[in-house]
Structures are given as C-alpha cells and as structure tokens.
C-alpha cells in the first residue's frame, strides 16, 4: 500500500490545476487546448488494446494465455479510468460536465448530438462500462465456467465498439477547422495509433509476468509500420511532422529487428516505453503545434497520470489476478444466437433515443436529422444489448455478496441520473451595486445632480424650496411606487415629461435616461 | 521532554502559526480608462496579418423571417484605428488581460484588427461554431445573431477550435478576483471563469431598442429601425453601417445594394451576416 505515496505530488499538480483553471497548463493559441486532451488522447488510445486484443481475439478464435488476457483487460479498465479524468480537468467549468450527457434534464434541455463532443463522451462511458462487464464475467468464468459461454457473444459486442470508439475521439479533431487536424484519414490513424501504443504498454507490463507472446509483438510491429505510413501520407499532404515521435516511435523500436537484442527482455522494454514516449510526443505536437514549452503543472499531470495508472495497475492486479489458470480452452458457443434478442432490443433503444432526442431538439429550433444520431448508434446498441445478456444471462450466476453489490451501485446510479436530471444552480452571481462604477465620461451621478437634482434633490429627496415656489410637491421616491410603474413606463415619463415634469427627450440620451433610472432606484428608499 | 521543553516547543509553534497571518492584504484595484485605452494602443501595435477577402451575395432571410441584424463595414472608409475596439469594451465589460498574455497578442477583445479591417464575430447563418457545442450553449437567436448563454457553457473551447476567424475567446482568468475586469455598463453581466464569450451583436442594445420601439408602438412589428451596435456608434469614420438586413428601408440595405460585398474565404461559405464593401457596384 505504500506505493499509493507516489500519486501524492500528481494529485497536488491535479487539484492546483483543477483550481486554477485552463489558465495554469499551456494552451494552444487558438484552439485553447492542452495537455489534459493529450492525455486524454493518449490513454484512451492505450486502453485500446487491452479489450480489442482479448474480445476480438475471443470472438474470432484466436488462443491467448488467459492470464494475459486478464492483464490485458486490466489495463484497459485503469487507462480508462486514468484517460476520463483529464477531459472533466480540460472543462472550463467543471461542474457543468453533466450538461454534456444526452439526457433530459429538469429545465427540459438535451445536450446537442450533433456535437463529436457529446458522441465521444457517451462512446467512452460506454467503453469503460462495457470493458468492466467484460473483466468481470471473465474474471468470474474462472470460478464458474458455465459463464463462459457468453462471454463470446460480449466479445462480439465489444468487437464494433472498440473501433468506433477512437474513430469518435479522431472526430474531435477532424471535424473542425485546425488545418493540422483535418484529413479523412483520420479515424483510421487514430486506432492504429491506438493499437500501436495500448500493445506496446501490454507488451512492457508481460515483461514483468516474465511472460511474451510473439503474435502480440508482431500486432504492435504491424501496426507501427502503418502507422509511419499514415505519417508520412499527413507529412505531404500538411507539411507537418513531429521528429521527436518518429525518433521515438518508429527509428527505436528498429532494434526489434536485431535478432539477438530482442531476446533481451531490457531492449524490448526500451523499445516499448521508446513507442509510448513516441506517441505521446505525437499526441503533443498535434495538440498544440508551434508550442514548445510545457509549464510546471504540465508536467505535474503528466506525472499524475503516469502514477495513477500505475498504481492502481499494481494494487488491482493484486487483488483479481491470481491463481489464473494456464490453459485456455477455445469454448464453442452459440453466439449469435444468443445476440439475437439483445442487439434487437439495443436496437429498440436507440430508434427511442432518437425519438426523445428528436422531440425535445426541435423545441429549441435546432436543425436536427436522423444522421446526426448515427455516430451514437453503435456505443447505445452495444449498451442495451450487452446489458440486456449481463443482467438476463450472467447475473445469476453471481454470488450473493456481489448481486447486493450491483444492487448499491445501480441505487447509486439511478441517484446520479436524478443528479443530472436536477442540475446545478444556474444563477448568475451579479455584480454588487458598488461594484458598478459609472466610466469616467460617463459620470450619471453628475447627470442626476445637472438634470433632476434641481427639483428631485441630490439624494432623491425633494429640493422643497425650489419646488414650493413654483410647483406642487411631485411624487414621493419610493421602492413600491417604483416598482408599480415599471422601468419602461418610468422610461417614457422622462422621455416625454408628465404634469408638471418636462420632456428631457432631447436632453439625454436613451442610454443616460436608462442609468439614471438605475441610479433613481438607488436613492428610492 | 521536561515541562520547560514542552512550554517552550508550544510557544514556538504558537510563533510559527502566527507567521500564517502575515499574508499581504490585498486592496480591490479596479483598472483605470487608461488601463483599457492602454491596451487598445497595445493592439493597434499588434495588428494581425490580412486574411483573403472573397465576394458574396447580400445576406438573406428564412421564410417568414422579419429580422436578420448584421453590418456591413466600408473598408474605403476603415482606417483601423480602434474606437470601435474601445467602445466595445466598454458597452461589453471586456476583460484587460494580464501582462504575459498581452505580450503575445492574446487579448480578450471581441474586435480585432487587421491590418485593413476590423473582424469580429460574422453571426454566420450556419454557424459551424453552435453546431459542435455540446451543450447547445451556442445558439441562433430569432434575429439572426449568434449568441452564447453563459450559465450552459461548459468550458470544452470546442468552439473556440472551431471558428475558422478564432472570432471566440476564452475567460481563462478569474477577471474579479484578479482585478482585470470593471463594469462599464450595468446591462451586461461579467463572464465567470471559464466560459467562452465572443461578439453578442451588443445583445442589450438590441433589447433595449426593441423595448423602447414596443413601448412606443404596441401594434407595429419591430424591425430593428435605427439600432446601432457600441461600434456602430463609435467609429469616427461612420464605416459601419448597422441593421436589418430584411429591411429594405434600412440605411444598411441600400449602401449595400450599392457596393460590392465581401467576406473572408474561410467564413463566405456560412453565410455571414456581417460583411466588408469596398468598392462601388
């Protein structure tokens, strides 16, 4: 437990950085983003692996070592956790995240679907839902192997998701106008990013197993080689290149190649921390370009989550990976039969998702189509469908101390959905009265004290003896009276005059008339 | 440890928490006119670099639309000296900012310079910054002005990516509390950290003349008649022309129909409503 120490200075870096704002980390000039969003990028695109590689390899047949395969699915579950951190630090205001999530909250407001924003934040709450379901019925098949049987049919649910995934966060950037971040290429850049850095992080962590699979090795490798390609397509089509992350991640890991070198288990752990310092190079300069200089609490979230991850990589792994069988059995199942119903009733899901979405829309004449919706089709399909199989298939299979643990954390989150559905205070603080400082030009209680303090008095009260004279005593300044006769109708008494009050129409002007009704108010009492 | 120790580590603790006091009070200094003036001349001294201009129809309405406001600036008029800059501070409650940022050419002004013409925000019909807010805090409003609430913003700066003139800024700084901001005008809320904020069309003024105009004429439709922008009102030159373009009465229309329009190449494709003339038809 001692190891927890280590996160103490990434959490200081992260509370001063949450406190402070986006003002305390570099931001891009124009775009205002920073090192949050890469990190964000980067883990994300590490957890990548751990799921893709266990749920494609499981669903179309490939044998992997079962503990491997925990592990792998391990670190997607903690680089998930640690990559969801950074875009609530990334928010302006934090506490308006929930404005974000599709759902209707009480002032009857939707979030906007057709915002790459939204489709990624319900994307990855999906996949860290869906990568949590899948380590868990995994990790109970290996008490009770009737489970195992749908754990396939998830796989295949996993499969899509996976993919879409980093093709939602490669949105994030293509859909807007940084020329650095345009390219049709880049959904596919981004998963073989993703699956370039998530096996080389698995593949470091397997050193310490004293463990090695070649097929991932060659994965990584594969993937590298596409990846440089992909480079060098952006490189001619932009004139942008980051010689740092190709130094790191494509020049270093040649040493793969030497064949008495990558026997050394040092030299392939050099080469895979080379390729995850490569890409996150990568993820830096795209991020923010032309910018060089990280400042200290860049640095500090850098740490943080390198910590984080490793941390709760090693205290977990502790507790659910051990006692892993060696073999895995290649299980026949019956997939698609039983994905059947699930992926109808996902479907069902969505078409009434769209449909709430649609109405509460259109209320607010926003230009919506069907379209709009799509890039959520796969992540809510794949919600309700792998839901749909956990809660009728596996659930009971569970134990009764973990049904009553699902039970508190579904109370829990239905406690959360009534959260967002209440929202904050939306209230604007306003300045305090004498906060507003009339401008220098501008000086209304001169205007008040020209124009009106002549019958009205300097404070409000009357000048009796100019006004015994020669008029009656006008009306008394009070807050009901005031308030009875309403600024605009007040408005018009000073612009066209009344009794024996004269027209000031010409006098001043309707933002001094404005003003000194402000300032009247002031004096009422 | 004796008593004498005890008393004496006790005492000197005692000394040590006392130090926390000694904090340095802080007076509220609210910036001067000339802090303001002094950073408009900051920006005048640096002006960005021109960006291509292409040609554009007049801006149009929607069935049924009676108001679309916008603005049309005579560059052979423009002189880019910046009035137009400081009333918008003014009328906007526009942030200062610190030293560092001003240094760089970061500021916070909605209007900014080039070295022909000012650019601000273009209330483009199809606004490419409303459609990727997540939270919709980025709107249309019915007169055709694009406008941000506040209180929805979340603080993503997806906008602020997305504007192809960098038109949005973001309140990085607590501007209260770090005393960079001061309340020119009451009718204008100032931004919480945090939030986006860009050029509102002088939302308040629209307001007001369309109280004012109601007031006035309870049956008749308000058509924007004779509202003018902080800009509008400030440019020595008289360059802007500010309106309505369904107006066919309006000052903005007829100039308009005079002159050849145009827009920057990266914006024409959204149907601003803000556009340059230069030269006559």
Same mark, same amino acid.
């Given at each position: 437990?001692?190891?927890?120490?280590?996160?103490?200075?990434?959490?200081?870096?992260?509370?001063?950085?949450?406190?402070?704002?986006?003002?305390?980390?570099?931001?891009?000039?124009?775009?205002?983003?920073?090192?949050?969003?890469?990190?964000?990028?980067?883990?994300?695109?590490?957890?990548?692996?751990?799921?893709?590689?266990?749920?494609?390899?499981?669903?179309? %047949?490939?044998?992997?070592?079962?503990?491997?395969?925990?592990?792998?699915?391990?670190?997607?579950?903690?680089?998930?956790?640690?990559?969801?951190?950074?875009?609530?630090?990334?928010?302006?205001?934090?506490?308006?995240?929930?404005?974000?999530?599709?759902?209707?909250?009480?002032?009857?407001?939707?979030?906007?679907?057709?915002?790459?924003?939204?489709?990624?934040?319900?994307?990855?709450?999906?996949?860290?839902?869906?990568?949590?379901?899948?380590?868990?019925?995994?990790?109970?098949?290996?008490?009770?192997?009737?489970?195992?049987?749908?754990?396939?049919?998830?796989?295949?649910?996993?499969?899509?998701?996976?993919?879409?995934?980093?093709?939602?966060?490669?949105?994030?950037?293509?859909?807007?106008?940084?020329?650095?971040?345009?390219?049709?290429?880049?959904?596919?850049?981004?998963?073989?990013?993703?699956?370039?850095?998530?096996?080389?992080?698995?593949?470091?962590?397997?050193?310490?197993?004293?463990?090695?699979?070649?097929?991932?090795?060659?994965?990584?490798?594969?993937?590298?080689?596409?990846?440089?390609?992909?480079?060098?397509?952006?490189?001619?089509?932009? %004139?942008?290149?980051?010689?740092?992350?190709?130094?790191?991640?494509?020049?270093?890991?040649?040493?793969?190649?030497?064949?008495?070198?990558?026997?050394?288990?040092?030299?392939?752990?050099?080469?895979?921390?080379?390729?995850?310092?490569?890409?996150?190079?990568?993820?830096?300069?795209?991020?923010?370009?032309?910018?060089?200089?990280?400042?200290?609490?860049?640095? %500090?979230?850098?740490?943080?989550?390198?910590?984080?991850?490793?941390?709760?990589?090693?205290?977990?792994?502790?507790?659910?990976?051990?006692?892993?069988?060696?073999?895995?059995?290649?299980?026949?199942?019956?997939?698609?039969?039983?994905?059947?119903?699930?992926?109808?009733?996902?479907?069902?899901?969505?078409?009434?998702?769209?449909?709430?979405?649609?109405?509460?829309?259109?209320?607010?004449?926003?230009?919506?189509?069907?379209?709009?919706?799509?890039?959520?089709?796969?992540?809510?399909?794949?919600?309700?469908?792998?839901?749909?199989?956990?809660?009728?298939?596996?659930?009971?299979?569970?134990?009764?101390?973990?049904?009553?643990?699902?039970?508190?954390?579904?109370?829990?989150?239905?406690?959360?959905? %009534?959260?967002?559905?209440?929202?904050?205070?939306?209230?604007?603080?306003?300045?305090?009265?004498?906060?507003?400082?009339?401008?220098?030009?501008?000086?209304?209680?001169?205007?008040?004290?020209?124009?009106?303090?002549?019958?009205?008095?300097?404070?409000?009260?009357?000048?009796?003896?100019?006004?015994?004279?020669?008029?009656?005593?006008?009306?008394?300044?009070?807050?009901?009276?005031?308030?009875?006769?309403?600024?605009?109708?007040?408005?018009?008494?000073?612009?066209?005059?009344?009794?024996?009050?004269?027209?000031?129409?010409?006098?001043?002007?309707?933002?001094?008339?404005?003003?000194?009704?402000?300032?009247?108010?002031?004096?009422?009492? | 440890?004796?008593?004498?120790?005890?008393?004496?580590?006790?005492?000197?603790?005692?000394?040590?928490?006392?130090?926390?006091?000694?904090?340095?009070?802080?007076?509220?200094?609210?910036?001067?006119?000339?802090?303001?003036?002094?950073?408009?001349?900051?920006?005048?001294?640096?002006?960005?670099?021109?960006?291509?201009?292409?040609?554009?129809?007049?801006?149009?309405?929607?069935?049924?639309?009676?108001?679309?406001?916008?603005?049309?600036?005579?560059?052979?008029?423009?002189?880019?000296?910046?009035?137009?800059?400081?009333?918008?501070?003014?009328?906007?409650?526009?942030?200062?900012?610190?030293?560092?940022?001003?240094?760089?050419?970061?500021? !916070?002004?909605?209007?900014?310079?080039?070295?022909?013409?000012?650019? !601000?925000?273009?209330?483009?019909?199809?606004?490419?910054?409303?459609?990727?807010?997540?939270?919709?805090?980025?709107?249309?409003?019915?007169?055709?002005?694009?406008?941000?609430?506040?209180?929805?913003?979340?603080?993503?700066?997806?906008?602020?990516?997305?504007?192809?003139?960098?038109?949005?800024?973001?309140?990085?700084?607590?501007?209260?509390?770090?005393?960079?901001?001061?309340?020119?005008?009451?009718?204008?809320?100032?931004?919480?950290?945090?939030? !986006?904020?860009?050029?509102?069309?002088?939302?308040?003024?629209?307001?007001?003349?369309?109280?004012?105009?109601?007031?006035?004429?309870?049956?008749?439709?308000?058509?924007?008649?004779?509202?003018?922008?902080?800009?509008?009102?400030?440019?020595?030159?008289?360059?802007?022309?500010?309106?309505?373009?369904?107006?066919?009465?309006?000052?903005?229309?007829?100039?308009?129909?005079?002159?050849?329009?145009?827009?920057?190449?990266?914006?024409?494709?959204?149907?601003?409503?803000?556009?340059? !003339?230069?030269?006559?038809?």
């Amino acid at each position: 437990m001692i190891y927890f120490s280590l996160l103490i200075p990434g959490i200081i870096a992260l509370v001063y950085a949450i406190l402070q704002g986006p003002a305390s980390w570099t931001l891009g000039a124009h775009t205002f983003w920073g090192t949050p969003i890469v990190l964000f990028v980067f883990w994300i695109g590490i957890s990548h692996a751990g799921t893709l590689l266990s749920a494609i390899f499981l669903a179309l %047949g490939i044998k992997l070592e079962k503990k491997i395969a925990l592990l792998a699915e391990l670190s997607t579950i903690i680089s998930l956790i640690t990559a969801a951190i950074f875009p609530l630090v990334h928010l302006g205001v934090i506490e308006n995240f929930y404005m974000l999530v599709p759902f209707l909250d009480n002032r009857e407001l939707f979030s906007n679907v057709r915002s790459p924003l939204v489709w990624d934040f319900c994307a990855i709450l999906i996949y860290g839902f869906l990568s949590i379901m899948f380590f868990a019925t995994h990790f109970l098949s290996l008490k009770n192997p009737a489970i195992e049987k749908f754990q396939r049919p998830l796989a295949w649910l996993i499969f899509p998701l996976v993919i879409s995934v980093h093709t939602i966060v490669s949105l994030d950037f293509a859909v807007t106008f940084i020329p650095e971040w345009r390219g049709a290429f880049f959904p596919i850049y981004f998963v073989v990013g993703a699956i370039y850095s998530g096996f080389a992080l698995v593949n470091f962590l397997l050193i310490f197993e004293k463990k090695r699979n070649i097929l991932l090795e060659k994965l990584m490798l594969a993937s590298g080689g596409v990846l440089v390609l992909i480079w060098l397509w952006n490189f001619l089509l932009k %004139g942008d290149f980051s010689l740092r992350a190709f130094i790191f991640a494509s020049l270093f890991p040649l040493l793969y190649f030497v064949k008495k070198l990558r026997h050394h288990p040092f030299v392939r752990a050099f080469i895979y921390i080379s390729i995850l310092v490569g890409l996150f190079f990568e993820r830096l300069d795209l991020v923010i370009p032309k910018l060089e200089n990280l400042k200290f609490i860049d640095w %500090g979230l850098i740490y943080f989550s390198i910590s984080l991850f490793f941390v709760l990589y090693l205290f977990l792994k502790k507790k659910f990976v051990k006692n892993v069988p060696e073999n895995a059995e290649n299980f026949r199942s019956m997939d698609f039969k039983i994905l059947q119903i699930p992926l109808l009733f996902g479907i069902l899901i969505f078409v009434l998702f769209v449909i709430m979405g649609f109405h509460f829309l259109t209320r607010f004449d926003v230009q919506i189509e069907v379209l709009h919706f799509m890039p959520l089709a796969i992540p809510i399909i794949v919600f309700a469908a792998a839901s749909f199989i956990f809660v009728k298939y596996i659930l009971r299979f569970l134990q009764e101390k973990y049904k009553r643990g699902i039970a508190i954390c579904f109370v829990l989150a239905f406690a959360f959905l %009534g959260a967002l559905h209440a929202g904050f205070s939306n209230e604007f603080t306003p300045a305090k009265q004498a906060e507003i400082l009339p401008s220098e030009e501008f000086q209304i209680h001169d205007i008040w004290k020209n124009t009106c303090a002549a019958c009205h008095g300097e404070t409000g009260d009357f000048n009796e003896k100019f006004i015994r004279e020669y008029y009656p005593l006008p009306q008394k300044l009070t807050l009901s009276r005031l308030d009875s006769l309403g600024e605009d109708s007040l408005y018009q008494v000073v612009l066209k005059g009344r009794v024996n009050m004269s027209a000031y129409e010409n006098r001043l002007t309707p933002n001094e008339i404005r003003a000194l009704l402000h300032y009247m108010r002031g004096l009422a009492k | 440890m004796d008593r004498r120790e005890f008393l004496k580590n006790c005492s000197l603790a005692l000394a040590g928490f006392s130090l926390f006091g000694c904090t340095k009070t802080e007076t509220k200094k609210i910036p001067s006119d000339e802090d303001f003036e002094r950073e408009v001349q900051m920006a005048l001294s640096l002006k960005r670099e021109n960006i291509p201009l292409v040609k554009i129809e007049m801006p149009s309405g929607k069935l049924n639309q009676k108001v679309r406001l916008g603005m049309a600036i005579d560059l052979t008029r423009c002189d880019t000296c910046g009035a137009c800059i400081l009333a918008c501070n003014k009328e906007n409650n526009i942030p200062l900012v610190p030293k560092e940022d001003a240094e760089l050419g970061h500021f !916070m002004h909605w209007i900014q310079l080039t070295k022909e013409f000012p650019l !601000m925000c273009f209330h483009c019909e199809d606004a490419p910054c409303e459609k990727v807010c997540p939270t919709l805090a980025a709107s249309h409003s019915l007169d055709g002005v694009s406008v941000m609430m506040y209180k929805r913003c979340a603080g993503s700066r997806f906008c602020g990516a997305n504007c192809p003139v960098h038109a949005r800024k973001f309140n990085a700084y607590d501007n209260q509390k770090e005393n960079l901001s001061r309340v020119f005008n009451a009718n204008v809320p100032l931004r919480e950290k945090g939030v !986006m904020e860009k050029c509102s069309f002088c939302l308040q003024r629209i307001q007001e003349n369309r109280i004012a105009f109601k007031t006035e004429n309870p049956t008749r439709e308000w058509i924007a008649e004779n509202f003018k922008t902080a800009c509008a009102n400030a440019c020595p030159k008289h360059a802007i022309y500010c309106g309505n373009w369904l107006d066919e009465n309006s000052e903005l229309v007829k100039e308009a129909k005079r002159h050849v329009l145009y827009a920057p190449e990266s914006i024409a494709a959204f149907n601003p409503s803000i556009v340059y !003339m230069r030269e006559l038809r």
